[in-house]
């Protein structure tokens, strides 16, 4: 599976941005696809998440109300609407899926078999 993320930019704080991850090559139906950051000088972050087959997704407490994870099977693309962006969401922002879910586990990187390259976000003023 390749990953390629899109849609990172510059915005100021309160805006909104729309993360794109387009996925080739087999996935599953049972897999999981991911959305994690990593801000400057900080470890990478776990974001978000979401099973292929919609049945869970989950959300950092930083993010619960403000990005919304959301998927196209038909399309193979995991998207994250964010909103309110903060100035502490300047991020890389990394897509990560695999073709299985385990439950208690899909918040930790060593979950994901694959990573798209990132996409820079920035929120200043």
């Known amino acids: 599976v390749q990953l390629q993320a899109s849609g990172g930019g510059l915005v100021q704080p309160g805006m909104s941005l729309r993360l794109s991850c387009a996925a080739s090559?087999?996935?599953?139906?049972?897999?999981?696809g991911a959305w994690f950051r990593q801000a400057p000088g900080k470890e990478r972050e776990f974001v978000a998440m979401i099973r292929w087959n919609g049945a869970r997704i989950l959300y950092a407490d930083s993010v619960k109300g403000r990005f919304t994870i959301s998927k196209d099977n038909a399309k193979n693309t995991l998207y994250l609407q964010m909103k309110s962006l903060k100035v502490e969401d300047t991020a890389v922002y990394y897509c990560?899926?695999?073709?299985?879910?385990?439950?208690?586990?899909?918040?930790?990187?060593?979950?994901?078999?694959?990573w798209g390259q990132g996409t820079q976000v920035t929120v200043s003023s």
């Open positions: 990560a899926a695999d073709t299985v879910y385990v439950a208690g586990r899909m918040t930790q990187i060593s979950s994901y078999d694959y």
């Open positions: 090559g087999r996935t599953s139906s049972n897999g999981v």
